[in-house]
């Protein structure tokens, strides 16, 4: 395995972890614990036999930024527990530097789905107490950002925009070295 698959293997790990996620949270608005769990193992494992106790220590270094900052934000009601759990796995793999960039640019995405949704829900005309939701249908977004960002967005879509951003990065980064 040459330097820059060796460089980009977590990033692909992350880009399916992230397209898993995004397809679950979708549909169920969870987050399962098998998903996170095992990313996180992989994520550890990788890092330890590719780089030793270096490799551990960059893996739980990136598990303690992901995790610590949502934990926080789940602490003061925003998220949940799977979206904690998730950015920890999104840690172990990728490190602390980038976890910190991807959860800030999940927090951009997340604003821009939310400014996309209410605009959407205030041209159709309808108002914040219009919103009556069903369990049989999916609703309109309400227009209050707050509870259209908890309840409606679900937390894997930023966070996977936000990866696939940064892997893009990474690999214009390592072609363009390469070369």
Not at 2 to 20: E, K, N, R, S, Y
Not at 74 to 79: A, K, P, Q, S, T
Not at 83 to 110: N, Q, Y
Request: hydrophobic share 50%.
């Amino acid at each position: 395995m040459g330097l820059l698959d060796q460089a980009l293997l977590p990033f692909v790990g992350i880009a399916i972890l992230m397209t898993i996620a995004v397809v679950i949270d979708v549909r169920t608005r969870r987050i399962p614990n098998w998903l996170t769990v095992s990313a996180f193992t992989g994520g550890v494992l990788y890092h330890t036999v590719t780089s030793g106790w270096e490799g551990l220590g960059y893996a739980m270094g990136g598990f303690a930024v992901g995790f610590g900052i949502l934990l926080v934000l789940w602490l003061v009601g925003g998220g949940g527990g799977g979206d904690v759990k998730l950015m920890g796995a999104v840690g172990a793999w990728v490190g602390p530097l980038c976890t910190l960039l991807i959860f800030l640019g999940s927090a951009v995405f997340a604003v821009f789905c939310v400014i996309v949704l209410v605009t959407r829900n205030k041209l159709k005309g309808r108002r914040n107490e219009d919103f009556k939701p069903t369990p049989a249908t999916v609703p309109d977004v309400p227009t209050n950002s707050r509870t259209a960002i908890k309840q409606y967005i679900p937390y894997a879509v930023p966070v996977a925009m936000a990866s696939w951003m940064v892997f893009l990065f990474q690999l214009l980064k390592a072609t363009t070295n390469n070369q």
